[in-house]
Every structure is written in C-alpha cells, then in structure tokens.
C-alpha cells in the first residue's frame, strides 16, 4: 500500500490529508508607500495580505519570488516587474543589486524571513526597505494526531517544518518534500527528503506522488 501524503500548506488539496501548520494574521493597517517604486513580494501570502491593507499598492510594479507569487499579483491586478529565476535568499539578493541598484525597493514581507536580504543588500550600498504586515504562528495537534510511520510530508516553507516539530517528533521513517533550498534546510539532520523541481505546491504534489509510488514499488 502506498503510504499517504500529508500536506502542511493551509490549503487542502485532493489526494492529501490536510494537516495545516500555519495560520496568518495581518499586523499592519496601512502600507508605507510613499517612499518606493517597486514593490517585492516573497509569497503569495504577502500579496493577499496588502490587498486586504490597501488595494492601492497595485499602482506600483512589482518583483514576484516565485511563480505562486507572480501567479497572485497578476490576478489581482498588479504588474510584475520581474521575477528571478533563482528563490534562493543569496541568489535573489545577488539579482536585485544587479538589475534594481537605482530602485527604492520595499519588501513587504512576513514577520520572520528565511534569510537577510536587507542586510546582504546593505553590503552592496543598496537599501531595501521593509515593512512587515502579515506573520505566521504555529496550529496545535494532539500527539495521536501525528501522520503515522513511513508518511510523505510536504513542507511548504520554514515555518511549516517549525511548527511540525513543535506538535510532533520527527520519525526516522517519515519522508519530506520541500518547496525549495531555504525550506531545505530547516529539515531535522539526516531526515529522507526530496526538493520540488520548482517551488510551488503543484510541483511538491506530483514530487510527493512520484515519492509514494516509488517507496510502494520497493515493499
């Protein structure tokens, strides 16, 4: 029998058993745009969150990390200035003092970030500002609620990892799959893993089907 697939994103999606990590909360009632250009958005999350402060931040083109991202400003109506085909936190620092060192950039992110932009940027004479307007906490489980032995878990970002690990201990016969490199590393040591070929949940999904069908094949 092919083991199941828990998914940790909020969203449930066919052919998983939901088991949500995160919920959202916004921490700003305004947006601080009057001293940007250009808008960079980290998650789809971060767009939702400033449509529900202030639609007005349309007005502004954007930098999208991540096809999810550029996916939710496009439907909600703004413009996508770029989006960077590396989501690593150094690569994409690396993208933005290359192609936006004349752009007053604002971040416009959740309360805790994988990786420093700000502080790598500054290095290189380029100041992004941020402002955060949305963070994330942890949901609670009880024990018995634990995905049981030889589950394919799906981990959407740091945050999701942190806060599975904060209701359950990590099995030696559970199996990852992550959305990306940054959400790689907060993996517990030695931990069986596969990294999506492209940081979206579609593209985790068909990676966790392929990873449930291959551990099936070998029992």
């Known amino acids: 029998m092919k083991p199941p697939i828990y998914l940790t994103s909020p969203l449930a999606r066919s052919g998983t058993h939901p088991l949500p990590m995160i919920e959202f909360s916004l921490v700003a009632d305004h947006l601080d745009l009057e001293d940007c250009d250009t808008l960079m958005f980290s998650s789809k999350q971060a767009v939702i969150s400033a449509e529900r402060i202030d639609p007005s931040w349309k007005r502004l083109p954007t930098v999208a990390i991540g096809p999810a991202t550029e996916k939710q400003i496009r439907k909600l109506g703004g413009t996508v200035l770029y989006r960077p085909k590396e989501y690593y936190g150094a690569t994409l620092a690396r993208d933005l003092v290359e192609k936006f060192r004349s752009r007053r950039i604002l971040y ?112």
């Open 108 to 219: 416009l992110r959740p309360r805790q970030v994988s990786f420093d932009s700000r502080g790598y940027l500054a290095k290189a004479g380029i100041e992004l500002q941020e402002q955060i307007i949305y963070e994330t906490s942890c949901r609670h489980y009880a024990p018995e609620e634990a995905p049981p032995e030889g589950a394919v878990i799906v981990f959407t970002s740091p945050s999701t990892i942190h806060c599975f690990l904060e209701n359950f201990p990590w099995r030696p016969d559970y199996h990852a799959v992550v959305i990306g490199r940054a959400t790689l590393e907060h993996l517990p040591d030695g931990a069986k893993f596969r990294v999506a070929s492209e940081p979206t949940i579609d593209a985790c999904l068909a990676a966790a089907r392929h990873l449930a069908e291959t551990l099936n094949d070998t029992k």
